[in-house]
């Protein structure tokens, strides 16, 4: 059993930065991808970032260059940075985990974006709002 707790939301203006955090706990390991998922309006969760056991990376194509993903061993925690901040952003924030492999980092290499059924363990989520 692994459980997330996310942390960091809030509200922002446009341009705006926040970080989110992810501390991770139980039978989690550094082999383990993780992620962060968002939902707006609609009912689907939808992949932003992901870091694979190895260290690789992707992003959805409209946050890139503008949020990272990044993750520290030692304490279990999982990051997403997000700068300049559009409205469009706006969503409930899900942090994802599962057991990684080899195969899944090289996706993610390849800028492989996963679904939500991919993923076992989540957060209970948390809001991010920009405003115009």
């Known amino acids: 059993q692994v459980d997330l707790v996310e942390s960091g939301g809030g509200s922002v203006q446009t341009g705006g930065s926040l970080r989110l955090s992810c501390a991770a706990s139980g039978d989690i390991y550094t082999s383990y991808s993780m992620g962060w998922f968002r939902q707006g309006p609609g009912p689907e969760r939808r992949g932003v970032a992901f870091?694979?056991?190895?260290?690789?990376?992707s992003y959805l194509d409209s946050v890139k260059g503008r949020f990272t993903i990044s993750k520290d061993n030692a304490k279990n925690t999982l990051y997403l940075q997000m700068n300049s901040l559009k409205p469009e952003d706006t969503a409930m924030y899900y942090c994802?985990?599962?057991?990684?492999?080899?195969?899944?980092?090289?996706?993610?290499?390849?800028?492989?974006?996963?679904?939500?059924?991919?993923?076992?363990?989540w957060g209970q989520g948390i809001q991010v709002s920009v405003s115009s």
């Open positions: 994802a985990a599962d057991r990684g492999s080899a195969a899944l980092d090289q996706r993610l290499r390849l800028e492989y974006v996963p679904y939500e059924d991919e993923y076992k363990y």
């Open positions: 870091i694979g056991g190895d260290g690789s990376t």
